[in-house]
């Protein structure tokens, strides 16, 4: 783009130059994607931005980036249980364990607030050397959403669905508006729901095909596709059991406890995180990671629109000084001079446009040399020209670079989410939700 301002016929040589330099700047490093973990490559985009815009971030945002590089590390996934009070969020997760981890009851508003349970998953077959040979899962009980007014507004509950990778969204029977509006609103968040129908041994057979076919209505395609409806009986209600004694007692009916059926939620979760789980992590920090290059870029590019006036400062400067020098060779050296300045200071305030502004470096060095053979008086308004457009040039440049660093480019999360959902098999919880969302 720095070539621009450059006429073929004019400079030959120093066109050429600055075609091959331009090329060479903007040539995409050579990651092979196929050898390298999306994993790795996440890790890699998070410390490079975080090192490149370390000055322009805030202490929270530098606090988020650590925390997606710990999440990166340490191989962790985090599936939130979101749904309606007493719809069996919590039995869910003790039924999921197998243990009692958090209270239940058929009083309203039994679980406060979140409440984070761990859980380490071997993965099957990792290669050799790859990352998350483990991967941590943490489930993540909430309070009903009709406790904090039906909706995912609650700080915590908002920060729970942001950082989940997962959703599980419980209900135990045909689907509320409440519910419907809750599942929508946490679709906004971009994080794969799976629909959870528990408390199904409240049901006849025919009654739960009613509700199943309720819940793949036209309406409800549009929230959640039939493959991510799992049906769970967390824990069921006890059932009369006749005891036959073979020593001639009377006969006994009693009350006993079924036990519990996750096992195919539990299958759908295991298989889920082994085939996508790293995907799924990969594209939530990634996604993460955009929301904050979005906020960054937004504040840089209001400094690079402030700085126009300093910009025509350095413009008005240099002109002038162009306009009453004698000499065509003292033109190059005051251009070649206000150039490197005004690089040397952009490299400082922009460390991420640094192979551009080095770019212009080297052009402003190579315009001095080549100029100081030229001598006509055209020359003089020429330069004046010359300079006004570079620094034009050099602006709209950044400000591009800036745009386009924050989705796509070598710093982009956007590509390699890209790359990612390319890569997800078709039909798998990713590609559908990929799929769905395009839609929307
Ligand atoms: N019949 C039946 N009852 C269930 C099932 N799962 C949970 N329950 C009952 O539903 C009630 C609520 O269960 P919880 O696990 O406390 O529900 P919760 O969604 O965590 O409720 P809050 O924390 O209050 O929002 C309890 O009485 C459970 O015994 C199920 O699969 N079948
Ligand atoms: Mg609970």
């Known amino acids: 783009m720095w070539c ?7 400079i030959d040589p120093l066109y050429n130059i600055c075609v091959v330099l ?12 196929n050898k390298t973990s999306y994993i790795s490559l996440a890790h890699e985009l998070l410390v490079k931005y975080r ?32 749904g309606m009070v007493s719809k069996g969020k919590t039995s869910l997760l003790n039924a999921l364990f197998g243990q009692k ?7 309203h508003g039994v679980t406060k607030g979140t409440s984070i349970y761990e859980w380490k998953i071997p993965m099957d077959n990792p290669a050799d050397g790859e990352q998350c040979h483990k991967l941590e899962l943490q489930l993540i009980d909430t309070q009903g959403l009709d406790e904090v007014g039906g909706e995912i507004g609650g700080a915590t ?18 689907m509320t508006r409440l519910e419907q509006e809750a599942i929508a609103q946490l679709q906004s968040f971009y994080k794969p729901i799976l629909l959870v129908f528990n408390k199904a041994d409240l049901y006849p057979e025919s009654d739960r095909h009613a509700i199943y076919l309720a819940l793949q209505n036209e309406e409800m395609r549009k ?3 039939p493959q991510e409806i799992v049906y769970t009986v967390a824990d069921p209600l006890p059932v009369k059991v006749r005891l036959q004694y073979s020593d001639g007692r009377e006969s006994q009916e009693i009350l006993e406890k079924p036990q519990p059926d996750v096992y195919a939620l539990k299958s759908r979760i295991l298989s889920l995180l082994n085939t996508e789980g790293k995907s799924l992590l990969s594209v939530n920090v990634l996604r993460a990671l955009l929301e904050i290059q979005d906020v960054v870029t937004q504040r840089h590019l209001q400094k690079v629109q402030s700085s126009t006036a300093i910009t025509a400062l350095i413009f008005s400067i240099e002109s002038l000084s162009l306009l009453i020098s004698p000499h065509l060779w003292l033109d190059g050296i005051i251009s070649g001079t206000y150039q490197s300045i005004l690089a040397l200071w952009l490299i400082g305030k922009y460390p991420s446009q640094k192979k551009y502004l080095w770019l212009l470096l080297i052009v402003a060095i190579a315009s001095l040399s080549g100029e100081l053979g030229n001598n006509s008086e055209v020359m003089h308004y020429l330069q004046i020209l010359w300079t006004g457009l570079s620094i034009s040039l050099l602006s709209q440049g950044i400000v591009d670079d800036l745009k386009r660093s924050r989705g796509y ?32």
């Open 4 to 10: 621009n301002f450059f006429t073929p016929q004019k």
């Open 22 to 33: 331009t090329l060479i700047a903007l040539f995409p490093d050579k990651t092979d994607i």
């Open 51 to 82: 090192d490149l815009f370390q000055s322009e971030l805030t202490d929270r945002e530098a606090a988020e980036i650590d925390f997606l590089k710990e999440k990166l590390d340490q191989c962790t996934i985090a599936i939130a249980v979101f």
């Open 101 to 107: 981890l958090g209270e239940t009851g058929a009083i």
């Open 157 to 174: 509950a908002l920060e729970t669905a942001k950082r989940a990778d997962l959703i599980l969204f419980v209900i135990a029977g045909d």
């Open 223 to 225: 929230l959640i596709s």
């Open 409 to 440: 480019g070598k710093l982009g999360a956007k590509k390699l989410m890209e790359l990612i959902f390319q890569s997800v098999p078709a039909n798998s919880i990713l590609w559908r939700f990929h799929n769905h969302s395009d839609q929307d």
